[in-house]
Each structure stands twice: as C-alpha cells, then as structure tokens.
C-alpha cells in the first residue's frame, strides 16, 4: 500500500507540533488540553508523530538498579507516568542529593526508551526524572502543546521544592517547552536545550511562542547544542536561537557531524555529546 502525502514533512510537523502552545499567563484546568495552532491541524500533527513513538517496553528498565516508577499528577488531574533514577556514587546510591535533572523528552520519544541511555546523568550525583507527555506511554490525558508546557511549569516547581539544585535538559521539541518553563517563571541552576528551532511563527502562532523569545536575559546557565547533520532540526533553523543566547551569555557547541538527539549511530559521537552535557551540569 502507498502511504498518503501529507501536506507537511515529518520535520515540519516536528517543529508545528512544537509550536502549538505557549500562551502566557495562568491556564485554567479547563482550557489545558485545547489546541492553540489549529483546532485540525495540532492533533493531526500529534497523531502522527506520536505514532512514530516507539511502544513503551518496561523490560527496557527491567533489573536497572536504582530505577523506580514515578507518577505525577498535573494540575488538572492527568496522571503523567515515567521513571525516576536515583543518584549514585560510583555504584552507591545517594540516599539524598542536593540536584536533580529533569529530562523533557522529544516528540517521538517515549520514557522506557531513554532511561538506560540517560543513566551517565545519575552518576553525577543527581536524581534523574523522565516521564512521558501526556497522552504518551501510560501518561493520561490528550496529546497537546498547551498542555504539555503547563505540565512541566508544574512539575519543575513541584521538584524543586525537594531539591537545592535544578537542571534541566530539553531535547527537540523538550527544548520548546523547557525554555517556556523557564520564561514563565520556572526556577533552575543549569539547563541544556538541544536541538530546537528558534522560531515558529512561520506556522502562524504569535511571537511569544518563538523559543527565542524565551531565553532569558541572563543566559549564562544555558548551553545550546546543534548538530550539523541534523535532518529534523537543520542548523539553519537554529541560528537565531544560537546568536540570541550567545549574546546572552549562554554556552553553545556544535558537532558537525552529529545528527538529532539520539540518531546518532556512531558511538563516538554519541560519547562526545553526552560528555559535553555531564560536562555542563557537572561544573557546578
């Protein structure tokens, strides 16, 4: 069977599917799950890509010491599920660390998945969390932007109650709605964006939703990572992010070789970037 053409490429729904949210200002538990770029064109956006998400596999995780269920549950009573890796030393567990990472996952990307691949980061003597998007894995509710960011406001600031030290890595589409986080308000010590575009208003969403707008005047506790081979999120589609938060002071590294977050099959490359990410939350 010929599978249909679909007015926009993975990519672009990639990036729309991206852009969909970012309003400002407090979201009623009502108005949560409603879709702000397209009341059509955001679900069948979501649908799409979320089908590219691999199917969680619990066995991934199976026998991984330190690695227990999490379960938060927003504002408006959606219950978001994923996993939480608890900070080691060497092989030793640390029963209390001062920090903790948050992972906000891409868009084609499910929890059972990431947690062997992120485990480096507990090493460093932090807490790891990642959970599915709603509508992801087992996470309940509706798949949708507007949501998603809501979400993950709520659930920086409920960590951070528990933790002296917040880092957070947001990974494509995670890049989007950690950096929103952050311009509404969220608190953090370091954070990672990799991989997201600087501007989304070419799918006719408002300025505001533009990650640009929202890195935050004092940028010296980001780092920006880009890859030149990059297919999903091309280095083009970066280049104003990159500028605005260099003149910010953030941190920026590009690997010419490297391609969107966990695409990469050279294991060379791979280690590169995830050294230049330990490196990061590390020197602290």
């Known amino acids: 069977m010929i599978a249909p053409r679909w007015p926009f490429h993975p990519p672009t729904i990639?990036?729309?599917?991206?852009?969909?949210?970012?309003?400002?200002?407090?979201?009623?538990?009502?108005?949560?799950?409603?879709?702000?770029?397209?009341?059509?064109?955001?679900?069948?956006?979501?649908?799409?890509w979320s089908g590219m998400a691999p199917a969680p596999d619990p066995s991934l995780v199976e026998g991984l010491t330190g690695v227990t269920g999490y379960e938060f549950v927003a504002g408006d009573g959606a219950r978001l599920?994923?996993?939480?890796?608890?900070?080691?030393s060497g092989k030793e567990i640390i029963d209390n660390?001062?920090?903790?990472?948050?992972i906000a996952p891409g868009n084609a990307m499910t929890a059972t998945h990431l947690v062997r691949e992120f485990l480096f980061l507990s090493e460093l003597g932090h807490?790891?969390?990642?959970?599915?998007?709603?509508?992801?894995?087992?996470?309940?509710?509706?798949?949708?932007?507007?949501?998603m960011t809501v979400d993950y406001g709520e659930l920086i600031n409920h960590l951070s109650e528990q933790y002296r030290?917040?880092?957070?890595?947001?990974?494509?589409?995670?890049?989007?709605?950690?950096?929103?986080?952050?311009?509404?308000?969220?608190s953090f010590t370091k954070a990672i964006i990799d991989s997201s575009p600087s501007a989304v208003t070419q799918f006719l969403c408002p300025d505001t939703f533009n990650p640009v707008a929202n890195v935050p005047r004092d940028a010296s506790d980001l780092l920006i990572i880009t890859g030149g081979r990059d297919r999903v999120i091309p280095p083009g589609a970066s280049a104003e992010l990159v500028a605005t938060a260099r003149a910010a002071g953030a941190r920026t590294w590009h690997c010419e070789e490297c391609r969107h977050p966990l695409m990469d099959t050279d294991p060379e490359l791979k280690a590169q970037r995830f050294g230049e990410i330990a490196r990061?939350?590390?020197a602290d």
Not at 14 to 35: D, P
Not at 127 to 147: C, H, P, T
Not at 167 to 186: F, H
């Open 280 to 282: 990061f939350f590390r």
């Open 81 to 88: 599920s994923g996993y939480r890796i608890r900070a080691r």
């Open 14 to 48: 990639a990036v729309l599917v991206t852009v969909t949210l970012l309003s400002g200002g407090q979201i009623l538990a009502s108005e949560r799950e409603r879709a702000v770029c397209g009341g059509f064109l955001e679900p069948l956006a979501f649908a799409l």
């Open 165 to 186: 030290k917040t880092y957070l890595l947001g990974l494509s589409l995670g890049g989007i709605v950690t950096l929103k986080a952050i311009r509404d308000g969220a």
């Open 127 to 147: 807490d790891v969390y990642i959970l599915d998007y709603r509508g992801y894995g087992k996470s309940e509710g509706k798949r949708r932007l507007l949501a």
């Open 97 to 102: 660390p001062s920090g903790y990472v948050l």
